[in-house]
């Protein structure tokens, strides 16, 4: 009940902030948002191996960004998938975890640690997962080298189907 509660109040406050009105200047509009062909939203998150990441930083590479959570069952079977892709493709192509952490910041460090995970892994909030419109786990983004979204996956899905993408975009 308690993780049901927190991630109903996560969509409730994404919503409020999506459907927020802002201000700004339309000579500095850069479509940013979630959907394939926009830019990425910026993040800057804590490592769960210590420092921090910033997303702006993996520019000039393919960038594959997963949300999970160690509590579900289609994260942790993509996982490894993704810890292939990272390990076959580790040139010009990172892999980045977003965990929503619910069970807590020591149960995400030991699962990363108990996997043997070598991507870079990060602790999400409720700002990251808002401005990227996640509402289900795992969902995934594919990033070409300008920080541009190139698919979008809401479930788990066989490695093949992200790695048939990536090639297209390391092709390029």
């Not at 490592?47 to 994260?75: A, I, N, Q, S, Y």
């Not at 990272?86 to 030991?110: M, N, W, Y």
């Not at 300008?146 to 490695?159: D, E, Q, T």
């Amino acid at each position: 009940m308690r993780i049901a509660t927190r991630f109903s109040l996560l969509i409730i406050l994404a919503f409020g902030l999506w459907s927020y009105p802002g201000c700004g200047s339309r000579d500095q509009v850069v479509d940013v948002g979630s959907e394939v062909g926009q830019t990425a939203p910026a993040f800057s998150l804590e490592r769960v191996d210590g420092g921090r990441l910033d997303l702006k930083e993996l520019r000039g590479k393919t960038v594959l960004v997963d949300f999970w959570d160690t509590w579900c069952p289609p994260c942790r079977r993509a996982l490894p998938h993704l810890e292939e892709l990272s390990r076959e493709h580790s040139r010009d192509f990172v892999v980045v975890g977003v965990s929503l952490g619910q069970e807590g910041p020591s149960k995400v460090k030991a699962y990363v640690e108990k996997g043997g995970f070598t991507f870079p892994f990060v602790f999400g909030d409720a700002d990251v997962f808002q401005k990227f419109g996640v509402q289900n786990l795992p969902t995934t983004f594919l990033l070409d080298a300008n920080g541009v979204i190139r698919n979008k996956w809401v479930g788990g899905y066989p490695k093949g189907a992200y790695e048939q993408e990536i090639f297209k975009l390391l092709e390029n």
